[in-house]
Nanobody
Framework: QVQLVESGERLAQAGGSLRLSCAAS????????MGWFRQTPGKEREFVAAISWTADSTYYADSVKGRFTMSRDNAKNTVYLQMNSLKQEDTAVYYC????????????????WGQGTQVTVSS
């Protein structure tokens, strides 16, 4: 069982930056690939970024490529999402997720989810 808790600054102006963190419980964090997803009201959960078990591979949605960077610190059981050049359309609830055997963009392949944190980007 893995518990995930998202945290970080949640308000920014367009063009600004935010960094989200996701802390995981347990001693097997390094065996999980991790992902970030986001969701707005009335829409399906959308893939944002993923990082492999050892952080040697990352994968981004086209909508955030070049602006967002995902990283992980296995010693701290934490993943991060650095969000730069924010746009109003980045406003959403952001979720981190963990997968034991999958690295990619498909939400249902992830085994554990955080509770989500609201990110709001104003004009």
């Amino acid at each position: 069982q893995v518990q995930l808790v998202e945290s970080g600054e949640r308000l920014a102006q367009a063009g600004g930056s935010l960094r989200l963190s996701c802390a995981a419980s347990g001693r097997t964090f390094s065996t999980y690939a991790m992902g970030w997803f986001r969701q707005t009201p009335g829409k399906e959960r959308e893939f944002v970024a993923a990082i492999s078990w050892t952080a040697d591979s990352t994968y981004y949605a086209d909508s955030v490529k070049g602006r967002f960077t995902m990283s992980r610190d296995n010693a701290k059981n934490t993943v991060y999402l650095q969000m730069n050049s924010l746009k109003q359309e980045d406003t959403a609830v952001y979720y981190c997720a963990a997968s034991r055997g999958y690295f990619g963009e498909t939400a249902y392949e992830y085994d554990y989810w955080g509770q989500g944190t609201q990110v709001t980007v104003s004009s």
